[in-house]
Protein backbone atom coordinates (compact mmCIF):
# COMPACT_ATOMS: atom_id res chain seq x y z
CA UNK A 1 0.00 0.00 0.00
CA UNK A 2 1.70 3.46 -1.12
CA UNK A 3 1.48 6.63 1.38
CA UNK A 4 2.30 9.88 0.42
CA UNK A 5 5.96 11.17 0.90
CA UNK A 6 4.67 13.57 3.53
CA UNK A 7 2.41 13.10 6.15
CA UNK A 8 0.54 15.84 8.30
CA UNK A 9 0.95 15.74 11.49
CA UNK A 10 -1.44 16.22 14.30
CA UNK A 11 0.05 16.62 17.77
CA UNK A 12 3.21 14.77 18.11
CA UNK A 13 1.44 11.78 15.59
CA UNK A 14 2.31 11.34 11.95
CA UNK A 15 -0.96 10.63 10.52
CA UNK A 16 -0.23 8.30 6.99
CA UNK A 17 -2.40 10.03 4.23
CA UNK A 18 -3.20 8.09 1.12
CA UNK A 19 -2.66 8.33 -2.05
CA UNK A 20 -5.41 8.78 -4.26
CA UNK A 21 -5.61 5.26 -6.35
CA UNK A 22 -3.02 3.65 -3.95
CA UNK A 23 -4.77 0.79 -3.26
CA UNK A 24 -6.64 -2.48 -4.63
CA UNK A 25 -10.15 -2.57 -4.90
CA UNK A 26 -9.55 -5.28 -2.53
CA UNK A 27 -7.67 -3.44 -0.48
CA UNK A 28 -9.59 -0.69 0.08
CA UNK A 29 -12.97 -2.69 0.56
CA UNK A 30 -11.20 -4.35 3.26
CA UNK A 31 -9.84 -2.03 4.97
CA UNK A 32 -13.45 0.01 5.20
CA UNK A 33 -15.02 -3.24 6.42
CA UNK A 34 -12.29 -2.41 9.42
CA UNK A 35 -12.94 1.06 9.82
CA UNK A 36 -9.33 1.85 8.52
CA UNK A 37 -8.36 5.09 6.47
CA UNK A 38 -8.77 4.51 2.62
CA UNK A 39 -8.13 6.90 0.05
CA UNK A 40 -12.13 6.95 -1.18
CA UNK A 41 -14.99 4.81 -0.29
CA UNK A 42 -14.69 1.86 -1.58
CA UNK A 43 -18.03 0.73 -3.96
CA UNK A 44 -20.41 -2.24 -4.83
CA UNK A 45 -23.54 -2.74 -5.72
CA UNK A 46 -26.71 -5.68 -4.37
CA UNK A 47 -27.36 -7.18 -7.58
CA UNK A 48 -24.75 -5.70 -9.32
CA UNK A 49 -24.79 -9.19 -11.52
CA UNK A 50 -27.64 -9.90 -13.24
CA UNK A 51 -31.06 -8.51 -14.78
CA UNK A 52 -29.57 -5.17 -15.90
CA UNK A 53 -26.89 -6.47 -17.89
CA UNK A 54 -27.39 -7.38 -21.21
CA UNK A 55 -24.44 -10.08 -21.18
CA UNK A 56 -26.64 -11.53 -18.81
CA UNK A 57 -29.38 -11.49 -20.62
CA UNK A 58 -27.83 -12.96 -23.50
CA UNK A 59 -26.65 -15.30 -20.62
CA UNK A 60 -30.24 -16.48 -19.58
CA UNK A 61 -31.50 -16.81 -23.08
CA UNK A 62 -29.20 -20.17 -23.08
CA UNK A 63 -29.99 -21.00 -20.02
CA UNK A 64 -32.45 -21.26 -16.70
CA UNK A 65 -31.81 -19.17 -13.77
CA UNK A 66 -30.94 -22.62 -11.40
CA UNK A 67 -28.43 -23.63 -14.26
CA UNK A 68 -26.79 -20.71 -14.06
CA UNK A 69 -26.73 -20.66 -10.13
CA UNK A 70 -25.51 -24.60 -10.11
CA UNK A 71 -23.15 -24.46 -12.85
CA UNK A 72 -19.68 -23.26 -11.40
CA UNK A 73 -18.40 -21.99 -14.82
CA UNK A 74 -21.47 -20.43 -15.09
CA UNK A 75 -22.07 -18.62 -11.98
CA UNK A 76 -18.24 -17.40 -12.50
CA UNK A 77 -19.16 -15.80 -15.40
CA UNK A 78 -22.09 -13.96 -14.48
CA UNK A 79 -20.05 -12.39 -11.14
CA UNK A 80 -17.62 -11.48 -13.27
CA UNK A 81 -19.70 -9.40 -16.13
CA UNK A 82 -20.39 -6.26 -13.75
CA UNK A 83 -16.66 -6.13 -12.51
CA UNK A 84 -15.38 -6.38 -16.23
CA UNK A 85 -17.92 -3.47 -17.18
CA UNK A 86 -17.79 -1.23 -14.03
CA UNK A 87 -14.90 -2.12 -12.36
CA UNK A 88 -16.52 -2.89 -8.97
CA UNK A 89 -13.88 -2.53 -5.85
CA UNK A 90 -16.19 -6.44 -4.58
CA UNK A 91 -17.96 -8.96 -6.63
CA UNK A 92 -20.69 -10.90 -5.04
CA UNK A 93 -21.15 -14.52 -5.42
CA UNK A 94 -23.87 -15.00 -8.02
CA UNK A 95 -26.46 -17.48 -6.40
CA UNK A 96 -29.66 -17.24 -4.34
CA UNK A 97 -30.76 -17.54 -0.92
CA UNK A 98 -32.64 -20.33 -1.28
CA UNK A 99 -29.16 -22.62 -2.23
CA UNK A 100 -29.51 -22.55 2.14
CA UNK A 101 -33.29 -24.23 1.40
CA UNK A 102 -32.03 -26.24 -1.31
CA UNK A 103 -29.14 -27.40 0.46
CA UNK A 104 -31.44 -28.44 3.88
CA UNK A 105 -33.54 -30.59 1.60
CA UNK A 106 -36.32 -28.12 0.40
CA UNK A 107 -35.70 -27.89 -3.43
CA UNK A 108 -37.00 -24.99 -5.43
CA UNK A 109 -37.80 -23.79 -8.97
CA UNK A 110 -38.43 -20.34 -10.86
CA UNK A 111 -41.56 -21.02 -12.87
CA UNK A 112 -41.19 -19.69 -16.51
CA UNK A 113 -44.40 -17.00 -15.92
CA UNK A 114 -42.28 -15.78 -12.74
CA UNK A 115 -42.02 -16.38 -9.12
CA UNK A 116 -40.76 -19.11 -7.05
CA UNK A 117 -42.19 -22.58 -6.51
CA UNK A 118 -41.21 -24.47 -3.67
CA UNK A 119 -40.79 -28.62 -3.96
CA UNK A 120 -43.02 -28.27 -0.61
CA UNK A 121 -43.72 -26.18 1.84
CA UNK A 122 -42.66 -25.65 5.83
CA UNK A 123 -46.68 -26.54 7.61
CA UNK A 124 -46.10 -28.57 9.93
CA UNK A 125 -43.21 -30.13 12.83
CA UNK A 126 -43.17 -33.09 10.46
CA UNK A 127 -42.01 -30.66 7.56
CA UNK A 128 -39.28 -29.00 9.82
CA UNK A 129 -38.07 -32.35 10.64
CA UNK A 130 -37.28 -33.28 6.98
CA UNK A 131 -34.60 -30.42 6.70
CA UNK A 132 -31.47 -32.36 6.55
CA UNK A 133 -28.93 -30.05 8.57
CA UNK A 134 -25.76 -32.08 7.95
CA UNK A 135 -26.37 -32.62 3.86
CA UNK A 136 -25.84 -28.95 3.87
CA UNK A 137 -22.34 -28.45 2.83
CA UNK A 138 -22.32 -31.30 0.53
CA UNK A 139 -25.70 -30.15 -1.61
CA UNK A 140 -24.23 -26.92 -2.06
CA UNK A 141 -20.65 -27.88 -3.35
CA UNK A 142 -21.16 -26.56 -6.70
CA UNK A 143 -20.51 -22.73 -4.70
CA UNK A 144 -17.65 -24.22 -3.38
CA UNK A 145 -15.98 -24.69 -6.70
CA UNK A 146 -17.09 -21.66 -8.39
CA UNK A 147 -15.30 -19.61 -5.81
CA UNK A 148 -12.01 -20.67 -6.35
CA UNK A 149 -12.67 -19.71 -10.16
CA UNK A 150 -13.80 -16.53 -9.34
CA UNK A 151 -11.37 -15.86 -6.95
CA UNK A 152 -8.46 -16.65 -9.13
CA UNK A 153 -10.27 -14.54 -11.90
CA UNK A 154 -9.99 -11.35 -9.96
CA UNK A 155 -6.44 -11.95 -9.12
CA UNK A 156 -6.05 -10.16 -5.98
CA UNK A 157 -7.31 -6.79 -6.96
CA UNK A 158 -11.08 -6.95 -6.45
CA UNK A 159 -12.75 -8.55 -3.10
CA UNK A 160 -14.74 -11.62 -3.11
CA UNK A 161 -18.14 -11.44 -0.83
CA UNK A 162 -20.26 -14.63 -0.32
CA UNK A 163 -23.75 -14.47 0.94
CA UNK A 164 -26.89 -16.24 2.53
CA UNK A 165 -30.33 -15.49 3.80
CA UNK A 166 -30.73 -14.62 7.49
CA UNK A 167 -32.39 -17.29 9.08
CA UNK A 168 -35.84 -15.06 9.43
CA UNK A 169 -35.77 -14.50 5.96
CA UNK A 170 -35.39 -17.97 4.99
CA UNK A 171 -38.08 -19.06 7.26
CA UNK A 172 -40.46 -16.65 5.49
CA UNK A 173 -39.74 -17.89 2.56
CA UNK A 174 -39.87 -21.51 3.27
CA UNK A 175 -43.00 -21.19 5.11
CA UNK A 176 -44.32 -19.22 2.56
CA UNK A 177 -43.07 -20.40 -0.94
CA UNK A 178 -41.75 -17.09 -2.59
CA UNK A 179 -43.09 -13.72 -2.33
CA UNK A 180 -46.40 -13.14 -1.43
CA UNK A 181 -48.51 -9.86 -0.77
CA UNK A 182 -47.72 -10.32 3.09
CA UNK A 183 -45.64 -12.51 5.14
CA UNK A 184 -47.46 -14.06 8.16
CA UNK A 185 -47.01 -17.92 8.47
CA UNK A 186 -43.51 -17.11 10.30
CA UNK A 187 -44.75 -14.62 12.59
CA UNK A 188 -47.74 -16.52 13.76
CA UNK A 189 -45.55 -19.23 14.39
CA UNK A 190 -43.09 -17.25 16.55
CA UNK A 191 -46.37 -16.57 18.54
CA UNK A 192 -48.73 -19.83 18.64
CA UNK A 193 -45.47 -22.24 19.26
CA UNK A 194 -42.07 -20.60 20.14
CA UNK A 195 -40.31 -23.68 20.89
CA UNK A 196 -41.47 -24.81 17.20
CA UNK A 197 -40.06 -21.68 15.81
CA UNK A 198 -36.86 -21.90 17.90
CA UNK A 199 -36.32 -25.47 16.57
CA UNK A 200 -36.88 -23.93 13.12
CA UNK A 201 -34.56 -21.02 13.96
CA UNK A 202 -31.90 -23.34 15.04
CA UNK A 203 -31.78 -25.63 12.24
CA UNK A 204 -31.37 -22.63 9.69
CA UNK A 205 -28.60 -20.71 11.99
CA UNK A 206 -26.55 -24.20 11.56
CA UNK A 207 -27.29 -24.20 8.19
CA UNK A 208 -26.23 -20.46 7.26
CA UNK A 209 -23.50 -20.56 9.34
CA UNK A 210 -21.96 -24.23 7.58
CA UNK A 211 -22.78 -22.33 3.98
CA UNK A 212 -20.51 -19.08 4.83
CA UNK A 213 -18.42 -21.21 6.31
CA UNK A 214 -18.00 -22.90 3.13
CA UNK A 215 -17.74 -19.81 1.16
CA UNK A 216 -15.24 -18.12 3.49
CA UNK A 217 -12.89 -21.82 3.37
CA UNK A 218 -13.26 -21.42 -0.55
CA UNK A 219 -12.06 -17.83 -1.07
CA UNK A 220 -14.60 -15.87 0.28
CA UNK A 221 -13.04 -12.51 1.72
CA UNK A 222 -16.41 -11.59 3.37
CA UNK A 223 -19.63 -12.47 3.70
CA UNK A 224 -22.85 -10.62 3.80
CA UNK A 225 -26.11 -11.37 5.66
CA UNK A 226 -29.53 -10.60 3.50
CA UNK A 227 -32.08 -9.79 6.74
CA UNK A 228 -34.61 -8.50 3.64
CA UNK A 229 -37.63 -9.29 5.58
CA UNK A 230 -35.97 -7.71 8.78
CA UNK A 231 -39.26 -5.13 8.38
CA UNK A 232 -41.48 -7.28 8.58
CA UNK A 233 -41.25 -7.27 12.86
CA UNK A 234 -42.30 -4.84 14.86
CA UNK A 235 -39.20 -3.31 16.93
CA UNK A 236 -40.22 -5.73 20.33
CA UNK A 237 -39.82 -9.13 17.84
CA UNK A 238 -36.81 -8.00 15.79
CA UNK A 239 -34.25 -9.22 18.59
CA UNK A 240 -35.78 -12.33 19.35
CA UNK A 241 -37.28 -12.96 15.74
CA UNK A 242 -33.89 -12.31 13.82
CA UNK A 243 -30.84 -10.54 15.20
CA UNK A 244 -30.38 -12.89 17.77
CA UNK A 245 -29.86 -15.73 15.36
CA UNK A 246 -27.26 -13.58 13.26
CA UNK A 247 -25.19 -12.99 16.17
CA UNK A 248 -24.80 -16.56 16.70
CA UNK A 249 -23.83 -16.82 13.01
CA UNK A 250 -21.41 -13.97 13.28
CA UNK A 251 -20.19 -15.70 16.63
CA UNK A 252 -19.67 -19.22 14.71
CA UNK A 253 -17.39 -17.63 11.91
CA UNK A 254 -15.68 -16.32 14.96
CA UNK A 255 -13.69 -13.12 12.82
CA UNK A 256 -12.17 -15.70 9.88
CA UNK A 257 -13.93 -12.91 7.72
CA UNK A 258 -15.65 -9.15 8.01
CA UNK A 259 -19.57 -9.86 8.11
CA UNK A 260 -21.83 -7.92 6.67
CA UNK A 261 -25.57 -7.46 7.96
CA UNK A 262 -28.09 -5.57 5.91
CA UNK A 263 -31.27 -6.01 7.55
CA UNK A 264 -34.11 -3.76 5.45
CA UNK A 265 -36.47 -1.56 6.93
CA UNK A 266 -35.33 -2.19 10.87
CA UNK A 267 -34.86 1.58 11.32
CA UNK A 268 -35.77 1.06 15.03
CA UNK A 269 -33.22 -1.72 16.12
CA UNK A 270 -30.13 -0.29 15.53
CA UNK A 271 -28.47 -1.39 18.64
CA UNK A 272 -29.63 -4.90 18.04
CA UNK A 273 -27.83 -4.64 14.83
CA UNK A 274 -24.55 -3.49 15.99
CA UNK A 275 -24.72 -6.38 19.65
CA UNK A 276 -24.80 -8.89 16.03
CA UNK A 277 -21.15 -8.46 15.90
CA UNK A 278 -21.12 -7.92 12.19
CA UNK A 279 -18.33 -5.74 11.13
CA UNK A 280 -20.26 -3.58 9.10
CA UNK A 281 -24.29 -2.85 8.78
CA UNK A 282 -26.21 -2.14 5.42
CA UNK A 283 -29.18 0.80 5.50
CA UNK A 284 -31.87 0.89 3.16
CA UNK A 285 -32.36 3.99 1.02
CA UNK A 286 -35.62 4.90 3.53
CA UNK A 287 -32.72 6.34 6.74
CA UNK A 288 -30.33 8.88 6.96
CA UNK A 289 -27.45 7.12 6.27
CA UNK A 290 -24.96 10.39 8.36
CA UNK A 291 -27.31 9.96 11.33
CA UNK A 292 -27.35 5.85 11.02
CA UNK A 293 -23.46 5.72 11.31
CA UNK A 294 -23.35 8.74 14.40
CA UNK A 295 -25.67 5.96 16.78
CA UNK A 296 -23.58 3.41 16.23
CA UNK A 297 -20.37 2.61 17.39
CA UNK A 298 -17.22 3.79 15.76
CA UNK A 299 -15.73 0.10 14.78
CA UNK A 300 -19.14 -0.73 12.89
CA UNK A 301 -18.66 0.24 9.34
CA UNK A 302 -22.01 1.45 7.43
CA UNK A 303 -22.75 0.25 3.96
CA UNK A 304 -25.08 2.36 1.66
CA UNK A 305 -27.38 4.30 0.76
CA UNK A 306 -28.62 5.19 -2.80
CA UNK A 307 -31.67 5.11 -3.71
CA UNK A 308 -32.02 2.03 -6.60
CA UNK A 309 -34.81 3.97 -8.07
CA UNK A 310 -32.27 6.71 -9.17
CA UNK A 311 -30.40 4.41 -11.61
CA UNK A 312 -34.10 4.78 -13.61
CA UNK A 313 -33.78 8.26 -14.20
CA UNK A 314 -30.38 10.19 -15.26
CA UNK A 315 -26.84 10.11 -14.85
CA UNK A 316 -27.08 13.58 -13.50
CA UNK A 317 -29.52 12.95 -10.93
CA UNK A 318 -27.36 9.54 -9.86
CA UNK A 319 -24.12 11.99 -9.80
CA UNK A 320 -25.92 14.60 -7.45
CA UNK A 321 -27.51 11.99 -5.02
CA UNK A 322 -24.33 9.72 -4.74
CA UNK A 323 -22.26 13.58 -4.35
CA UNK A 324 -24.68 14.28 -1.66
CA UNK A 325 -24.18 10.64 0.35
CA UNK A 326 -20.44 10.90 -0.08
CA UNK A 327 -20.23 14.38 1.69
CA UNK A 328 -22.42 13.61 4.26
CA UNK A 329 -20.02 10.90 5.20
CA UNK A 330 -16.76 12.84 4.75
CA UNK A 331 -14.21 11.70 7.78
CA UNK A 332 -16.64 9.03 8.91
CA UNK A 333 -14.31 5.62 8.38
CA UNK A 334 -15.36 2.83 7.19
CA UNK A 335 -18.51 3.72 4.64
CA UNK A 336 -18.48 1.23 1.72
CA UNK A 337 -20.61 3.33 -1.24
CA UNK A 338 -24.06 0.97 -2.08
CA UNK A 339 -27.48 1.08 -3.23
CA UNK A 340 -30.32 0.66 -0.39
CA UNK A 341 -31.35 -2.20 -2.29
CA UNK A 342 -30.47 -3.84 -5.16
CA UNK A 343 -29.97 -2.75 -8.48
CA UNK A 344 -33.45 -2.89 -10.47
CA UNK A 345 -34.00 -4.52 -13.85
CA UNK A 346 -34.84 -1.12 -15.36
CA UNK A 347 -31.74 0.46 -14.10
CA UNK A 348 -29.61 2.17 -16.69
CA UNK A 349 -25.86 1.27 -17.66
CA UNK A 350 -25.75 4.81 -18.08
CA UNK A 351 -26.35 5.87 -14.38
CA UNK A 352 -24.77 2.75 -12.94
CA UNK A 353 -21.58 4.49 -14.54
CA UNK A 354 -22.46 7.84 -13.22
CA UNK A 355 -22.58 6.14 -9.58
CA UNK A 356 -19.29 4.94 -9.87
CA UNK A 357 -17.43 7.52 -11.77
CA UNK A 358 -18.49 10.06 -8.68
CA UNK A 359 -17.50 7.58 -6.03
CA UNK A 360 -13.89 6.59 -8.10
CA UNK A 361 -13.90 10.73 -8.23
CA UNK A 362 -14.59 11.87 -4.77
CA UNK A 363 -11.63 13.68 -2.95
Keep these: MRRSAHSPKTGNAAKPVLVPGALTGRQRFLDACRCRPVDRPPVWLMRQAGRAL ?12 L ?3 QTPDLATEVTLQPIRRFGFDAA ?10 EGLGQ ?19 RDIDRLQVGAV ?9 ALPQIRSALNGRTALIGFAGSPWTLAN ?15 ALLYADPPLFARLLEKLTEAVSAFLQVQIEAGADAVQ ?3 SLGGVLSEGEFAAASARWMRRIVAALKGRAPVIVFSKGTHGNWDELAATGARVLGVDWSARLVEVAARLPGRVAVQ ?27 GRAGHIFNLGHGVPPTAKLENIESLVKTVRGFK
Design 54 to 65: PEYRALKEKHSF
Design 107 to 125: RYEYREQGGIEMEFLLKSA
Design 304 to 330: GNLDPFLLTTTPAIVAGETRRILRSMR
Design 137 to 145: TERLQYVAR
Design 225 to 227: IFD
Design 92 to 101: ILFCDILAVA
Design 67 to 69: ELV
Design 173 to 187: FMMEGGGVKEYTRAK
